[in-house]
């Protein structure tokens, strides 16, 4: 397995728990985490987890977030760890920015009412959000999505992959070539940053961005662009709503999340521009909502800031979750919805996987 962001260290997990023996690369895998400057993808991420409020009603895209929002209250249950508490936060609120985005969501609200959706009326979301500005058109409030906590939640995982004797290596794989082939099995050596190779049945690559490089070598083109997400830390004060009860676990604006994050802090964050390079005038603009926000919102102090690079397929839906040979297996470019696919994609690897082993001689 190669990758151990919140993909990967899933499917290691999923697939552990199924009784394959799994190697999990990653040079990160043993880093601190800090929450500031440049983070991994799942580290820098708020956890969102916008699955049934998905606008598209078909295709794999739907099919992947509903099958995980069924998978992960299952998967709380046993990964949850009292040193790292896990569970989701919910409910999550959309605001809608016109009248016709507030009739999509009547509509989508009425179709998958038995899924947890309802749409809020103005006076119905102004309930909800204590201290915002008058709302114009009402909402979609999903009562089952909402959010987890990136940190907890690969804590959990890790938790679970060492009681599992799970082995990690600390290192980053800079080439995989075929190392042999024979009817129905086909094998992999792996060639490691510290210069040690190693020979694998079966290789599942979830690096993010580094998969576009290591498809190459095996003649697969997959391209990929790096797009920023940015989080704020916000210390509020002057105008603070004196009851966060109300609050959802998840105010979505225009692309943009507000996340409680207690009494008199808040953390704003959305996927905001190509490339590799923070802007700030972009932090800017997603601090002030795009210019809707509250003035307690935009006077607020800056606790702190991160960012991650997200990888983004081109030219391809996200994620790339494909078998390209037998044994070798891709689960990137998520984008930004890494966290919420995860199960739902360790469980379509797990099938895959099994499916070989039925038929190998």
């Not at 990160?28 to 983070?39: E, M, N, Q, R, Y």
């Not at 708020?46 to 739907?62: F, H």
């Not at 607020?300 to 040979?325: C, H």
Request: glycine share 8%.
């Amino acid at each position: 397995m190669i990758g151990a962001g919140a993909v990967g260290s899933s499917t290691a997990w999923h697939l552990a728990n199924l009784g394959y023996e799994v190697i999990l690369i990653d040079p990160a895998i043993s880093k601190p985490i800090t929450k500031s400057g440049l983070l991994t993808g799942t580290y820098a991420s708020l956890g969102i987890l916008m699955g049934y409020a998905y606008r598209k009603s078909s295709g794999r895209g739907w099919r992947l977030r509903k099958r995980s929002m069924e998978l992960w209250p299952d998967w709380i249950k046993i990964l949850n760890h009292q040193e790292y508490p896990l569970r989701i936060k919910t409910p999550l609120i959309q605001l809608a920015s016109s009248e016709q985005e507030a009739i999509f969501m009547k509509s989508l609200s009425l179709k998958r009412k038995d899924l947890g959706l309802e749409f809020l009326s103005q006076e119905s979301a102004n309930s909800y959000i204590e201290g915002w500005p008058k709302i114009n058109y009402g909402g979609l409030i999903s009562y089952k999505d909402g959010k987890l906590d990136p940190i907890n939640l690969q804590s959990c995982i890790l938790k679970s992959l060492e009681k599992k004797q799970v082995k990690k290596i600390s290192e980053r794989v800079i080439n995989i070539k075929r190392n042999s082939f024979t009817p129905n099995k086909q094998s992999w050596l792996l060639s490691l940053e510290n210069g040690t190779t190693s020979i694998h049945d079966t290789v599942i690559i979830c690096s993010a961005l580094n998969s576009e490089y290591l498809l190459e070598s095996l003649g697969y083109t997959r391209s990929m662009c790096p797009v920023i997400g940015q989080v704020l830390e916000l210390e509020l004060s002057h105008g603070t709503p004196k009851n966060w009860s109300t609050w959802p676990a998840v105010l979505s604006i225009e692309g943009i999340n507000i996340v409680p994050n207690g009494t008199n802090s808040m953390l704003v964050g959305a996927t905001l521009e190509p490339g590799f390079d923070p802007n700030k005038e972009a932090l800017k603009t997603m601090q002030n909502l795009n210019g809707i926000a509250p003035s307690w919102i935009q006077n607020a102090s800056i606790i702190q800031k991160w960012y991650g690079i997200r990888a983004r397929p081109v030219n391809n839906f996200s994620p790339l979750l494909e078998t390209l040979e037998n044994g070798l297996i891709i689960s990137t470019g998520h984008y930004r919805n890494g966290i919420l696919l995860a199960p739902a994609c360790a469980e379509w690897i797990g099938i895959q996987i099994n499916n070989w082993n039925k038929i190998k001689p």
